[in-house]
């Protein structure tokens, strides 16, 4: 749930992906690929 709205904050262009909480980098990065947004995944 968490790592959702953590990409939707992302694909908004509100957050980075260097911002998300380590924790969920690896299932918000699996949402921003499965969502065709690999560019948005940058440290």
Partial sequence: MM???WAQK???GKKQFADVPRL???QVKE???ESGLEELITE
């Fill in 24 to 26: 969920l980098k690896e």
């Fill in 10 to 12: 992302i694909m908004l």
């Fill in 3 to 5: 790592a959702m709205l």
């Fill in 31 to 33: 949402i921003l690929i």
